[in-house]
């Protein structure tokens, strides 16, 4: 039960909570949108089941994801997060590499059987074409882009300053919609990605928050942040822009045209209620960037700042917002 408390702890599980809501959501974006394949929109035990799964294998590979960077980062934690189970001896680094190909694991395989409709019996999932394993694709490519964040031998580019930003961005913000959206529907169309990329732009900005604090262990460890690189003060300016201008996109996406059926917009929920939920979200970035930029030294003195909370929140409230909209 001691070890099981430091597995606990190594996962990081109130972490998990956004990729399961993100994959969720995705998903209902996609029953709710014009391209839900099945004619009858019918909630089907089979949907229900598909997506379950699917948001599950989210939250397992977070926790993953969140090992695996703790054994890379173990030298930077000592200064950083000295309370963490590696840092104190509580677990070894061959029992977390262990604990963190489990996860792995567990994240992956059972992503094969994700096929959308028609495909409903376990052989046909299991045997359905390669080019209908989108999901399991997706999800490899998230197991790709957490290594190359935190390994040497395959960049580090959580030492490499913006690159960083792009690397937690694209699987944490664009994958994660498109995810969710494939257990449901096709994702060749242009609405799941540009939804996956408004989250990503958020992200882009949005990821920097929690470098601020680190600073000292970061520097030490050659990683090489925004805040490190240009000071804190011009930091928390170059990121501002990213708490505010995604969320313009959303009422922009009501009116746009889909490129492959200019009969429809890109974005196809209710209308009404996205655009409200963008300039929400917007007047809610421009008072987390004010908290930012009125005094960003304190980002540096504090493990977490109000913007890194408001940031989580943000989050989850815009991925509940677009599930809302596609429901209605």
């Known amino acids: 039960m001691s070890n ?44 229900i089941v598909t997506v379950t799964l699917g948001s599950l294998c989210a939250a397992v590979m977070n926790a993953a994801s969140n090992a695996s960077n703790q054994i890379y980062d173990l030298e930077i934690d000592r200064l950083n997060k000295p309370n963490r189970p590696l840092v104190t001896g509580a677990l070894s680094v061959p029992q977390a590499w262990r604990f963190t190909w489990v996860l792995y ?50 960049g580090r580019t959580k030492a490499r300053g913006v690159l960083a930003n792009l690397t937690i961005a ?26 996956g990329l408004i ?31 240009y000071g804190v003060k011009k930091a928390a300016w170059m990121i501002s822009p990213f708490f505010v201008f995604p969320w313009l996109l959303i009422p922009l996406g009501t009116q746009l045209q889909d490129p492959r059926d200019p009969s429809v917009a890109i974005l196809t929920g209710n209308g009404t209620v996205l655009s409200a939920l963008g300039v929400m979200l917007a007047l809610w970035g421009s ?9 960003p030294d304190s980002l540096a003195k504090v493990e977490n700042h109000p913007s890194w909370t408001h940031m989580y929140l943000m989050m989850m409230f815009a991925q509940v917002g677009f599930a809302v909209a596609y429901l209605v």
């Open 287 to 295: 008072y987390t960037v004010y908290l930012l930029v009125r005094d």
């Open 105 to 154: 694991a567990l994240s992956l395989i059972p992503t094969w059987l994700v096929v959308v409709y028609p495909r409903s019996s376990f052989g046909e999932r299991l045997f359905a074409p390669l080019s209908e394993h989108s999901t399991f694709f997706i999800y490899l490519a998230g197991v790709i882009f957490t290594f190359v964040y935190s390994a040497p031998s395959l």
């Open 170 to 195: 694209i699987p944490r913000g664009m994958l994660l919609k498109v995810a969710g959206w494939a257990m449901v529907a096709h994702v060749w169309y242009a609405e799941p990605w540009y939804i």
């Open 199 to 229: 989250f990503a732009l958020f992200v882009v900005g949005a990821s920097s928050t929690k470098d601020f604090a680190d600073i000292e262990g970061d520097r030490a460890g050659g990683c090489r942040t925004l805040p490190i690189l």
């Open 4 to 47: 099981f408390r430091h597995y606990v702890k190594l996962a990081r599980p109130f972490t998990m909570l956004p990729p399961l809501i993100g994959i969720i959501s995705g998903a209902i974006c996609a029953f709710g949108s014009v391209h839900n394949p099945d004619p009858s929109g019918r909630l089907t035990l089979a949907v």
